[in-house]
């Protein structure tokens, strides 16, 4: 009896916190969650090489696809802001980071110090499925 409660208490503390681990998930800092939506962000100060950049990192919670559209923006010290539409369609589960899914940005190449990221317009919707017009 004992043997089990343990195993079970393993199991339900896995089911929430291991369930959202991944390597490397200390280093990311959370912007938002939104409908299932998990946005998280890496700061680069010298991205390029010169210029700050940040990477997005998202990922689907949800037990279901979605699309999401939202904007994000940068501002530098001195108050000059760059903003980039980002949009496009997750299965559930699924996490997306980095250049290859268009979540990297170097907004500035003047070496302009960043001050803060940000999401604008953001929308998370369940994606809707198609159904066949020509049942078999």
Same mark, same amino acid.
């Given at each position: 009896?004992?043997?089990?409660?343990?195993?079970?208490? @393993?199991?339900?503390?896995? &089911?929430?916190?291991?369930? @959202?681990?991944?390597?490397? /998930?200390?280093?990311?800092?959370?912007?938002?969650?939104? /409908? *299932?939506?998990?946005?998280?962000?890496?700061?680069?100060?010298?991205?390029?090489?010169? +210029?700050? *950049?940040?990477?997005?990192?998202? /990922?689907?919670? +949800? &037990?279901?696809?979605?699309?999401?559209?939202?904007?994000? !923006?940068? &501002?530098?010290?001195? *108050?000059?802001?760059? !903003?980039?539409?980002? &949009?496009?369609?997750?299965?559930? *589960?699924?996490?997306?980071?980095?250049?290859?899914?268009?979540?990297?940005? !170097?907004?500035?190449?003047? @070496? #302009?110090?960043?001050?803060?990221?940000?999401?604008?317009?953001?929308?998370?919707? #369940?994606?809707?499925? #198609?159904?066949?017009?020509?049942?078999?």
């Amino acid at each position: 009896m004992m043997l089990r409660v343990v195993i079970l208490f @393993q199991l339900l503390s896995c &089911s929430t916190a291991c369930a @959202q681990q991944f390597p490397g /998930e200390d280093k990311w800092k959370m912007l938002l969650d939104h /409908e *299932g939506l998990t946005f998280r962000y890496l700061y680069h100060r010298k991205a390029d090489s010169r +210029n700050a *950049g940040v990477v997005l990192m998202l /990922e689907n919670t +949800n &037990s279901y696809a979605v699309t999401y559209a939202f904007k994000v !923006v940068f &501002s530098s010290t001195e *108050g000059k802001e760059a !903003v980039y539409a980002v &949009s496009g369609e997750m299965a559930a *589960g699924q996490r997306k980071a980095g250049s290859n899914d268009g979540l990297f940005w !170097v907004p500035w190449s003047d @070496q #302009r110090v960043m001050a803060t990221v940000g999401l604008r317009g953001y929308k998370v919707h #369940r994606k809707k499925e #198609r159904r066949n017009p020509w049942p078999r």
